[in-house]
């Protein structure tokens, strides 16, 4: 809930409406996105990945490395997206100690996540 804290009266959002797309994966980012109303889920390569929530965030990897995004965040009810540029993710990182320890909490559970998909499929 801390990302929840942060942003929640954020008067700068994206809106996604259910069934539509905040991204794809292969889009090019510059910002990340903490969600602040409704649900959503995260597909990686054609797959399930995970449900997210209030106060979870997505697109912090092209933020961190500039690379174009991994997966597909597609809205499963209408959601409100508060948009967190480079410059606001870096200086968060550094002002914020709270902020940066969960992005990289959240990152090791999505590389946890990641292995097992890679595991279950190199099980079949």
Same mark, same amino acid.
């Given at each position: 809930?801390?990302?929840?804290?942060?942003?929640?009266?954020?008067? @700068?959002?994206?809106?996604?409406?259910? /069934?539509?797309?905040?991204?794809?994966? /292969?889009?090019?980012?510059?910002?990340?996105?903490?969600?602040?109303? /409704?649900?959503?889920?995260?597909?990686?390569?054609?797959?399930?990945?995970?449900?997210?929530?209030?106060? @979870? !965030?997505?697109?912090?990897?092209?933020?961190?490395?500039?690379?174009?995004?991994?997966?597909?965040?597609?809205?499963?009810?209408?959601?409100? !997206?508060?948009?967190?540029?480079?410059?606001? !993710?870096?200086?968060?990182?550094?002002?914020?100690?709270?902020?940066?320890?969960?992005?990289?909490?959240?990152?090791?559970?999505?590389?946890? *996540?990641?292995?097992?998909?890679?595991?279950?499929?190199?099980? *079949?």
């Amino acid at each position: 809930m801390i990302l929840y804290n942060l942003f929640r009266h954020s008067q @700068d959002f994206v809106q996604v409406k259910s /069934g539509d797309a905040l991204m794809r994966e /292969g889009d090019n980012g510059d910002e990340m996105y903490v969600l602040i109303d /409704g649900e959503a889920t995260i597909e990686y390569r054609g797959m399930h990945f995970a449900d997210i929530g209030p106060g @979870d !965030f997505v697109g912090e990897l092209a933020v961190i490395d500039h690379s174009p995004r991994l997966a597909s965040v597609i809205a499963r009810t209408n959601c409100r !997206f508060v948009p967190v540029s480079r410059k606001r !993710f870096e200086f968060l990182v550094a002002e914020t100690p709270h902020f940066a320890h969960e992005i990289m909490r959240v990152l090791a559970q999505r590389l946890r *996540r990641t292995d097992e998909l890679h595991a279950a499929g190199a099980n *079949r």
